[in-house]
């Protein structure tokens, strides 16, 4: 096989086996993201009624969501035991102001975005073109916050830039393979638009989009081998939180393998150059 093939496929073969490892010790997490999916229902049954008070409400309880999230996922990559409960419970508050920080920065410009697909006929298919590009370059950030220093959110979007230009190929490669379902489905492009669209919108620090998306992707899977949707729901709502919790531990070990190494750099070291 060509050189940066066998390298890529060691890449990956490497990330899986630290996010197997990883799952073993962070098992917990997925309680975690199951509870915080609960608490993110409350908090929006409660918003609902507030009007815009209601969305800065909302918008916080996100970030403080994700923040513990990622927290969660930070130390079943980094610690050598386990999670414990303690470990839930003092994740809260972790990277609550970066993830705040980011979402601030993106929230004038799409408001102006959303105003001007009121207006504009081709409105929608700007706002796909808009979102699919920041569903590109800002989809490391969640990596990024709680892996690489940085002293703002424009860091962070510097950082998610540079990283997507150096490594797109190994980066999005996985993502594309498991997502063949949903593009060779009867609505596939268009399926894949409005999920990158959700996902842009909130450049994957939404936390309702870190469990959409494996369910989304369970479903597309389950269909595409004929499992019936009324079982395909069910078995989505079972998997989807150890699928969310593993798709964020192989992110995360990908992530550290890649960052601040060059390909040339990754064939020096590699034991397959």
């Not at 102001?97 to 700007?126: C, E, H, K």
Request: hydrophobic letters at 55%; charged letters at 10%.
């Amino acid at each position: 096989m060509p050189p940066i093939l066998t390298e890529t496929l060691a890449l990956y073969r490497n990330a899986f086996h630290k996010t197997g490892q990883s799952l073993v010790r962070g098992w917990m997490a997925m309680i975690a993201v199951v509870g915080f999916g609960v608490l993110l229902m409350l908090a929006t049954q409660i918003a609902s009624p507030l009007g815009m008070v209601g969305g800065f409400l909302l918008g916080a309880v996100n970030a403080l969501l994700v923040g513990a999230t990622l927290s969660l996922i930070e130390q079943s990559i980094s610690h050598g035991r386990a999670l414990t409960l303690r470990d839930i419970f003092g994740s809260v508050g972790h990277y609550f102001w970066d993830v705040i920080g980011v979402g601030f920065i993106l929230w004038l410009p799409l408001m102006a975005l959303d105003m001007v697909m009121q207006t504009n006929p081709y409105g929608q298919l700007l706002s796909y073109g808009v979102f699919l590009l920041l569903f590109l370059l800002l989809n490391p950030a969640p990596e990024i916050i709680y892996q690489v220093r940085h002293g703002s959110p424009l860091e962070v979007f510097k950082t998610s830039y540079e990283f997507v230009l150096e490594n797109w190929i190994e980066w999005f490669l996985p993502f594309a393979l498991i997502l063949v379902p949903i593009v060779l489905s009867p609505m596939g492009l268009q399926s894949f638009f409005s999920l990158s669209s959700r996902l842009g919108r909130g450049a994957g620090l939404d936390f309702s989009q870190l469990l959409v998306l494996p369910f989304t992707i369970l479903g597309g899977w389950l269909d595409y081998v004929g499992i019936p949707s009324s079982i395909s729901w069910y078995l989505g709502l079972l998997f989807t939180p150890p699928l969310a919790v593993a798709m964020l531990l192989f992110r995360g070990h990908l992530f550290a393998s890649l960052h601040g190494v060059s390909r040339r750099q990754r064939r020096f070291v590699s034991p397959f150059k």
